[in-house]
Structures are given as C-alpha cells and as structure tokens.
C-alpha cells in the first residue's frame, strides 16, 4: 500500500528491518530503528515548543542532523525549509520570509545565529546543535540544545505521536525546496512521495545500496522507501554504490561509485535517466513523456519536436 505521509516510508523501512543501515558518515552507521526513534524524540522536541500542523520549521544542518530534522519536522505534520549559504547573510530576513517558526541550527554553520534569531520575531524555538557553552537568549525563541531536545524523551522508547488519521493529508506542503531559479517552491506529502518512488524504482535501489547526491528530500525518501542507506556525510571513506543526481551536478564519480544522472523538470520533478553517449534517455516510472512542436502537439515518430 502506497503510504500517505512521507515519514511513512521511514516508520515502515524500520517496521521491515530496524537493523538495517539507514545512514553511513564515514564508519559510523546508524539504523533505521535509531533513525525512526531519534526523529520522534525531536518531534516531540518541536511539539513541546508550540510547533503545530502546517508551521514552517527552518533547518541549518549538514549531515546526520539534517537527515534527523527532516523526518522529525514531518513527523511533527510542519513543513521543513533547508536554508543553504545563500540564506547566512541574511539569516534573519530568510526566516522572516519562509515565517519559520522554529530554526534548529548548527552553531559551526552560523555562529551568529543569535542575531537572527532576535530579528525573527514569529520564532517560538531554536534548536541549537554544536554550541560550546550556553547560548545567550535572543529574542523571543526558546532555546534547547539539540542534545537536550532529544535527551528529553528517549529515543528508544519510540514517543507516541499523533495517528495517520489526526495528521495532515497529504496534499498539504510537506517541504520547500529552491527551484532552478532560487525561488521556494512546496513540494506535497504526495508529489514527494512520487518523485521518491520514481527514483527508487527507475533506478533499480535495493536495500544493499548506499545513496548520495540530491536534492535532499527526494534522495531521503527514495532510499527509505528502497531500505537503502544514505551517506550523510562527506568522508575520503564514504563510498556511495549510487550517486544520484537530479537535474544538474558536475560531480563525477569515485571508484566504487555508480553515477546515475537523472534529467529534471522543475514543475514535475525527475523524469528520465540519461545515457552516456548517444544512447536514448529511460522514463522514470510514473512518468508520461511525449514530444510536441511549437504549439504543443504530438510530433511524429523521428521528427525532432
């Protein structure tokens, strides 16, 4: 059965197999069971702070923490927002403009955070990973370490959160990703899901693969829903069997690795594996191409359209 909610493909890959690796940074690994558990305690976290269906939840994280902060923003039914580089110099304008209301953040990433934070006034909580000492309070957000957000509630004791049915539906955003043009677009519980599902079977993911490449939400949930591992970091010991990447990437692969380069559509997503060489394009499933003229009418066969 096709699940609904996208942190269905998480609940259900440690359901089948909670052992199973779900990310590997460098020779650390850490399972679908602890993923699942993790990302409930940080729900929790963020449900504690006043976060409540549909409010935007902003994430400055790299690595095992951003994968953590996506499920868990899904599981708390709010909607996730990956600031990048572009976002720093104006962190504060950024989450005034997403109206985040709660940033969880890794201090190394922005240090200067706190200012931000004190320029933001819809922010009810920051989440702060990585800061040495206490962080000084700006604004009107509570703070809480990242450690002592997730301290709060064991994470092997899987918290109880809201049933499928109290959830959001899945034509609500889920997450907003930057268009080829910069700008944010949502993306839906539904169109993630596809797109994930596409990329997981168009590309052949089995369980013994490890993933990497982007754009982040659409690789995160494909590997769930293949009981694949993603690679969360970047270390000269991370080998990817996969490097997935949609739309375009000037990475090259590394022995070991198997570059997969997917063509992209910016209104539907990922549409056809590209071929080395001359060799023709494979759909991704749940895809319907055709080729079309000027004025968007089917085109013979061999007639360039």
Same mark, same amino acid.
């Not at 708390?76 to 990956?82: C, E, T």
């Not at 739309?247 to 692969?253: L, P, R, Y």
């Given at each position: 059965?096709?699940?609904l909610?996208?942190?269905?493909?998480?609940?259900?890959?440690?359901?089948?197999?909670?052992?199973?690796?779900?990310?590997?940074?460098?020779r650390?690994?850490?399972?679908?069971?602890?993923?699942?558990?993790? @990302?409930?305690?940080?729900?929790?976290?963020?449900? +504690?702070?006043?976060?409540?269906?549909?409010?935007?939840?902003?994430?400055?994280?790299?690595?095992?923490?951003?994968?953590?902060?996506? =499920?868990?923003?899904?599981k708390? @039914?709010?909607?996730?927002?990956?600031l990048?580089?572009?976002?720093?110099?104006?962190l504060?304008?950024?989450?005034?403009?997403?109206?985040?209301?709660?940033?969880?953040?890794?201090?190394?990433?922005? #240090?200067?955070? #706190?200012?931000?934070?004190?320029?933001?006034? @819809?922010?009810?909580?920051?989440?702060?990973?990585?800061?040495?000492?206490?962080?000084?309070?700006?604004?009107?957000?509570?703070?809480?370490?990242?450690?002592?957000?997730?301290?709060?509630?064991?994470?092997? @004791? +899987?918290?109880?959160?809201?049933?499928?049915?109290? +959830? +959001?539906?899945?034509?609500?955003?889920? =997450?907003?990703?930057?268009?080829?043009?910069?700008?944010?677009?949502?993306?839906?519980?539904?169109?993630?899901?596809?797109?994930?599902?596409?990329?997981?079977?168009?590309?052949?993911?089995?369980?013994?693969?490890?993933?990497?490449?982007? #754009?982040?939400?659409?690789?995160?949930?494909?590997?769930?829903?293949?009981?694949?591992?993603?690679r969360?970091?970047?270390?000269?010991?991370?080998?990817?069997?996969?490097?997935?990447?949609?739309?375009?990437?000037?990475?090259?692969?590394? #022995?070991?690795?198997?570059?997969?380069?997917?063509?992209?559509?910016?209104?539907?997503?990922?549409?056809?594996?590209?071929?080395?060489?001359?060799?023709?394009?494979?759909?991704?499933?749940?895809?319907?191409?055709?080729?079309?003229?000027?004025?968007?009418?089917?085109?013979?066969?061999?007639?360039?359209?």
């Open positions: 059965m096709f699940p909610l996208i942190e269905a493909a998480l609940e259900l890959a440690a359901q089948r197999d909670e052992g199973a690796v779900a990310l590997r940074v460098g650390r690994t850490i399972t679908y069971g602890e993923l699942d558990a993790y @990302s409930s305690a940080l729900a929790v976290a963020l449900e +504690r702070r006043g976060v409540s269906a549909g409010d935007r939840v902003a994430t400055l994280l790299d690595g095992v923490e951003a994968v953590v902060a996506f =499920w868990a923003i899904a708390a @039914s709010a909607v996730g927002v990956a990048d580089d572009e976002d720093l110099d104006e504060a304008e950024s989450l005034r403009e997403v109206d985040a209301r709660a940033l969880i953040v890794d201090a190394e990433i922005a #240090p200067s955070f #706190p200012h931000a934070v004190a320029r933001a006034p @819809s922010l009810r909580a920051a989440i702060v990973h990585g800061h040495r000492g206490p962080v000084e309070a700006a604004g009107s957000a509570a703070y809480v370490s990242y450690e002592t957000a997730l301290a709060e509630e064991d994470p092997f @004791s +899987r918290p109880a959160l809201p049933g499928p049915d109290s +959830r +959001r539906i899945d034509l609500d955003d889920a =997450w907003l990703e930057r268009d080829d043009e910069g700008e944010r677009v949502p993306l839906s519980h539904r169109v993630l899901l596809a797109r994930a599902a596409s990329l997981a079977s168009g590309v052949d993911l089995v369980a013994e693969d490890v993933v990497a490449g982007g #754009p982040f939400a659409e690789i995160t949930v494909a590997a769930a829903l293949a009981g694949a591992a993603l969360a970091g970047e270390d000269e010991v991370d080998v990817a069997t996969r490097l997935l990447f949609v739309g375009e990437s000037d990475d090259e692969a590394e #022995p070991g690795e198997t570059l997969v380069r997917i063509h992209r559509s910016t209104q539907c997503g990922p549409i056809a594996v590209l071929s080395e060489g001359n060799a023709p394009a494979r759909v991704l499933p749940n895809v319907d191409v055709r080729i079309v003229d000027a004025a968007g009418a089917a085109v013979a066969a061999k007639v360039v359209g």
